[in-house]
């Protein structure tokens, strides 16, 4: 799945994609940047890439030919829009050819959720759980960090990203993040609830760690688009 | 000196001359040209030295020093306002956003509209780091709050940077005036069998009633 498309000389571009067995790969797209090509290689498009270089340890160049294309489907959808360059702004903290193929299998099924499944603002939130849990962030969300038990999840430790069930952290709610039930598997919840908790810890906690401040000005958007309903 | 330089196979770099060399270099920095049809340009040029090089020059030199942004719609303009926001036949109640000059160019060539425009000077792109500040957004909002515009047309490009900026605009925009965007589809003389997938989605999904 295309990431980002940078131009490249006079009708080149230098392709970033997130791939099956390869993880996060760049290359460069010889003629990627013509108008013959522009429109294939647009971010969310799903290619099928040919990778040559001399050295493993060159960019390489890439023969890619478009298998489906996204943007058309969310260019007029402002909100999946915004969810789709989120998106490939979080997948850039992935090291480059490092595989990561459960998270790939479900940001395929994510972006093709896009703006055509009604309920996708919450996969894409659960989608964010997942790259969280890839990231070495995974929240703990399966028993009570202050009992142990494992019904009535209701909040979650905005420092160590433990479940706290609703009666345990009835004292300290004003100071703890709700827990939506769709994090859990179970119905309800929204998802601008779980874009605040996936907010927090992305851009608290995993951001840090791979050198970043904050969240990427792209996912900062969608926040703010969820919250403005 | 333009046979010194034209006798040289290729014209190789350092053969012409220190000067020669930095035309030849800055040619090369422009659109289109690479090192070798920028030695071409030099060299035509300097056959060409009282009829076409020293205009250049002089045209360049006053074209750098007079030109500046509109600073109304941020176009090309010599005075403070440029040509299209200073001429009064043209519909104040329209606003044309394009991303860039080029553009603007475009759509005048085209005849078919006759408000004014708003140039941004780029879209929002997460991959270069260009926000709402970077661009020309908030002129485009007081222009609109403080005129009376009834319509605000996006003429940005059909890439996801460019629909992300509409998007923005349009949520900026709320409530101040109507916002539509251009229509995307078949181009005219286009034919379904080279077009591709995207844009046919994007027509069939813009289809209307004949």
């Given at each position: 799945m ?6 490249l000389?006079?009708g ?28 294939l ?5 799903q290619?099928?890439l040919?990778?040559r270089a ?10 890619a030919e478009?298998?489906?294309?996204r943007?058309?489907a969310i260019?007029s ?5 915004a969810?789709?360059?989120a ?5 850039r903290?992935?090291?480059e ?9 479900r ?12 309920d996708?603002?919450?996969r894409?939130a659960?989608?964010e759980?997942a790259?969280?849990a890839e990231?070495g962030?995974?929240?703990d969300l399966?028993r ?9 999840l209701?909040?979650?430790s905005p ?6 069930t ?6 300290w709610a004003d100071?703890l993040l709700?827990l939506p039930?769709f ?8 998802a ?5 908790v ?5 851009g608290?906690h ?10 990427p ?7 703010q688009?969820f919250?403005?309903? | ?6 006798n040289r196979?290729?014209?190789?770099p350092?053969?012409g001359g220190?000067?020669?060399d930095?035309l030849i ?7 289109g040209l ?7 340009a030099?060299l035509h040029?300097l ?9 250049l020059?002089?045209t360049?030199a ?6 500046r942004?509109?600073?109304?719609c941020?176009a090309?303009?010599?005075?403070e306002?440029?040509a299209i926001c200073a001429?009064?036949r043209?519909?104040?109640g ?7 000059v080029?553009?603007?160019w475009?759509?005048e060539?085209?005849g ?11 879209v929002?792109s ?8 970077e ?7 007081r ?5 009376a515009v009834?319509e ?6 059909a ?5 992300t ?21 078949v181009?005219?003389g286009?034919?379904?069998?080279y077009?591709?997938?995207g ?5 069939l999904r813009?289809?209307r009633g004949?």
């Open positions: 295309l990431l980002t498309v940078r131009r000389g006079e080149g571009a230098l392709l970033e994609a997130f791939t099956a067995a390869h993880g996060r790969h760049a290359g460069v797209a010889p003629g990627g940047g013509s108008r013959r090509m522009a429109p290689l647009q971010p969310g498009a290619l099928d040919v990778w001399r050295l493993e340890s060159h960019t390489g160049t890439y023969r478009l298998i489906r294309s943007a058309a260019m959808d402002g909100r999946a829009l969810a789709m360059q998106a490939a702004a979080l997948l903290w992935l090291p050819r490092e595989p990561h193929p459960a998270l790939y299998a940001t395929i099924e994510m972006a093709d959720a896009l703006g055509a499944d009604p996708w603002p919450r894409y659960a989608w759980l790259l969280l990231l962030f995974g929240l399966e009570c960090a202050l009992t142990g038990a494992r019904e009535d209701a909040w979650i420092r160590t990203g433990r479940a706290v609703r009666a345990a952290g009835a004292p100071r709700p039930p994090f859990l598997g179970l119905p309800g919840g929204d601008a609830e779980g874009l605040r996936t907010g927090h810890f992305l608290a995993a951001a840090a760690a791979f050198g970043h401040k904050g969240l000005p792209a996912r900062a958007r969608l926040a688009i919250a403005a309903g | 000196m333009s046979n010194e330089i034209g196979p290729g014209g190789a350092g053969l220190e000067g020669v930095r270099e800055m040619l090369a920095r422009l659109p690479g090192p070798r049809s920028a030695r071409r030099a040029l056959k060409r030295r009282e009829s076409l090089m020293a205009p020059a002089q360049m006053e074209v750098a020093r007079t030109v942004p509109c600073a109304e941020g090309l303009a010599t005075a306002r440029c001429d009064p043209r519909d104040a329209l606003i044309c956003v394009v991303e860039d080029s553009d603007l475009a759509m060539r085209s078919a509209y006759a408000g004014r425009y708003h140039v941004l000077g780029g929002l997460a991959l270069d780091g260009i926000g709402p500040d661009l020309r957004i908030p002129d485009l909002a222009r609109v709050r403080e005129g009834r605000v047309i996006l003429a940005l490009p890439t996801m940077d460019g629909h900026t509409a998007h923005y605009i349009a949520a900026q925009l709320e409530g101040l005036s109507a916002v539509t965007s251009l229509a995307q589809g181009p005219v286009g034919e379904l069998d077009l591709d997938d844009t046919i989605t994007a027509a813009q289809r004949l």
